[in-house]
């Protein structure tokens, strides 16, 4: 099981690029993951913008392990944290998002998915659309 503990060296790992503006982050957002994903998600738009998406695959290879093994925390971290910031932030940034969610695998494609269908109000609820049994 993946708790909150393992959130940042998985995808340091997975993002060495990240790991100086991780190290800069102020002394008290340690446990603000939430804002540190924001940062993050700003980093995956300027690694896409320079043409260095060969990362990519590892990154979704971690928000797929971080929704299918993670304690409650992680697993929603992913979705909302994660997934949610990359979606708009690229969206803000008027890129396509599919430049990032080709990379995704099935349980991270469908939530990713389904943050797009609960903003434009076609579902009460992220994950509302997703039955896990027809992603095994």
């Given amino acids: 099981m993946i708790d909150k503990a393992d ?13 100086s503006e991780f ?5 008290g957002d340690a446990g603000l993951d939430y804002i540190i994903a924001a940062n993050y998600a ?8 320079s043409d260095e998406t060969k990362v990519f695959s590892a990154i ?9 093994q993670g304690d409650t ?3 929603e971290f992913a979705v909302v944290g994660l997934l949610e910031d990359i979606l708009f932030t690229w969206q803000g940034a008027d890129r396509d998002q599919e430049n990032f969610a080709q990379y ?3 349980l ?18 992220i994950g509302a659309d997703i039955s896990r049994d027809d992603l095994t």
């Fill in 7 to 19: 959130i940042w060296p998985l995808l340091l790992k997975a993002t060495p690029s990240f790991q």
């Fill in 23 to 27: 190290d800069q982050q102020a002394p």
């Fill in 42 to 49: 700003r980093h995956l738009l300027t690694i896409c913008l």
């Fill in 60 to 68: 979704s290879h971690v928000i797929e392990r971080m929704i299918s």
């Fill in 73 to 75: 925390y992680v697993s």
């Fill in 104 to 106: 995704l695998s099935p």
């Fill in 108 to 125: 991270s494609l469908a939530y990713w998915k389904s943050i797009a269908k609960f903003w434009s109000g076609e579902i009460a609820y």
